[in-house]
């Protein structure tokens, strides 16, 4: 796990704006992370994709053509549970796979296209996407912040009342049905961080993936005040 990269990409959610659903936010990350046009988030369930959210109005039309053909990189990536990495979207690989998505993204000026898979206990439950105007391969670095922002959409999906949109259902959808020890340090985060519940727990979920350590011991860490997760002390 790239420590310095979470931190970052954390710090970059941070400064988005709050009031937005925290998977709007990873997409708006996701594209200023990568350089893209946009990014969407798109849910699988019963084989069927449904749009959850997007970073803006051009990659929520071109995230609903996927989910209404059923067609496109968010489908290959949930269903073979690996990235779909397609630079040049006007070829012929990307006409033969996509038949009826490509020429209509094209149309909407989209010239590459990549998706990340979303997964939750082993399944993929939706795929993160990047749009872009013009064609050419994502580099190293930025195929590492998506496949991570992908990582927090996960964490984010796998504990949210979003798992009714992608037809999930856990035995732990929202903060307080933690134990009282996450759930105090994720209302210390929020408050050092002056954020929602949501990215609290976020914050905290990403800090515990990282570490491999649980949740609940990064919790007890954070109330016993060992530990602290706000963005200044990330940096240092």
Not at 15 to 41: F, K, M, N, P, Q
Not at 164 to 181: C, H, M
Not at 228 to 235: G, I
Request: with cysteine; proline share 3%; net charge negative.
């Amino acid at each position: 796990m790239d420590r310095r990269r979470l931190e970052r990409l954390l710090s970059l959610l941070h400064d988005t704006e709050t009031s937005a659903h925290l998977l709007r936010r990873i997409c708006v990350v996701c594209s200023r992370a990568t350089g893209a046009d946009g990014a969407g988030v798109s849910g699988f369930a019963s084989g069927v994709p449904n749009m959850v959210a997007a970073s803006d109005a051009t990659a929520e039309s071109v995230e609903a053509l996927q989910t209404t053909l059923l067609e496109g990189p968010c489908v290959d990536a949930c269903l073979t549970m690996q990235p779909s990495l397609e630079p040049m979207l006007e070829g012929r690989s990307a006409s033969l796979k996509w038949p009826q998505f490509s020429p209509r993204a094209l149309r909407h000026g989209v010239r590459a296209i990549f998706a990340f898979p979303v997964v939750v206990d082993g399944r993929a439950v939706g795929a993160l996407d990047l749009y872009s105007r013009r064609s050419g391969e994502l580099t190293s670095a930025e195929v590492d912040d998506a496949l991570l922002l992908a990582e927090l959409a996960s964490l984010t999906i796998e504990r949210s009342d979003q798992l009714d949109v992608v037809g999930l259902t856990t035995e732990a959808a929202q903060p307080w049905t933690y134990s009282a020890v996450v759930h105090n340090a994720t209302g210390m985060i929020a408050a050092q961080l002056g954020v929602g519940v949501d990215e609290a727990l976020l914050r905290l979920r990403a800090s515990a993936f990282a570490s491999e350590r649980s949740v609940t011991d990064i919790a007890r860490d954070v109330v016993e005040r060992r530990l602290r997760l706000d963005v200044a002390d990330s940096r240092e």
